[in-house]
């Protein structure tokens, strides 16, 4: 299992746009269970915008692959919030980052009940204050052309937004380095 120091300086409390009070940390390696939870929540298109396949859960090699992070290169962030005494995970940021450690792929997965309510771009914000902090300079995503909501925040964050006719998707890129 990669698990380098656990980043704990990147725990943040913060009231989303929708006025949720999420907490936003990195994700631990006894996330898995509330990882699975927010899964079974997930609607078959959220799934679809988030993984490009159709899938009903994540494998057990999948999961165990989704939790195992090295801190040092990447960047996993989870939104929580408290519901009946118990933590559970409301939206994931992960920014997997190349050997250079420059340029990263991210993605975006906010469960359907949160949705439309600022998760995400608060999830975004952090992770991109992460990198930048970290000196990764490019940061790249992909984004069906159906996900009007994942590129509307793309666009509004300053992605530049480009048509990829042979993903046949969007690739979305922000230079941090600026
Ligand atoms: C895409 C996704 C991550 C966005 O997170 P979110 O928490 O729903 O989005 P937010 O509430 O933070 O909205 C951010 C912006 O998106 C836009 N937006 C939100 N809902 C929208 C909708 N239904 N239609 C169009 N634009 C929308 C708005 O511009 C909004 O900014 P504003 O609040 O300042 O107006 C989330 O909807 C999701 O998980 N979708 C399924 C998985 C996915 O698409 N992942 C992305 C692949 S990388």
């Known amino acids: ?19 949720l009070k999420v907490s936003i940390r ?19 298109r959220t799934i679809y915008y988030r993984f490009f396949m159709r899938l009903k859960k994540p494998s057990k090699e999948m999961l165990a692959k989704l939790m195992q992070i090295d801190h040092d ?4 962030l989870v939104a929580t919030d ?22 990263g792929e ?12 600022g998760v995400g771009a608060k999830l975004l914000e952090h992770g ?14 992909m984004a069906l052309p159906e996900n009007k909501t994942m590129l509307a925040l793309a666009r509004k964050r300053g992605f530049a937004v480009r ?11 922000i230079d941090l380095k600026s």
Do not use: N
């Not at 290169?73 to 996993?76: E, P, Q, T």
């Not at 118990?86 to 420059?102: H, S, W």
């Open 1 to 19: 299992m990669i698990m380098r120091t656990y980043p704990d300086k990147y725990e943040i409390s913060t009231i989303t746009k929708g006025g």
């Open 26 to 44: 990195p994700l631990r390696v006894d996330d898995a269970p509330l990882f699975e939870d927010l899964f079974d929540i997930l609607s078959p």
């Open 73 to 76: 290169r990447d960047a996993v």
């Open 82 to 103: 408290i519901k009946e005494g118990r933590e559970r995970i409301l939206g994931v940021f992960r920014l997997m980052c190349y050997p250079d450690r420059k340029e």
């Open 106 to 117: 991210f993605s975006l997965l906010v469960g359907d009940p949160w949705q439309g309510k």
């Open 128 to 141: 991109l204050y992460i990198a930048k902090e970290r000196g990764v300079e490019l940061v790249l995503g």
């Open 163 to 173: 048509w990829d006719s042979d993903a046949c998707a969007y690739d979305m890129i």
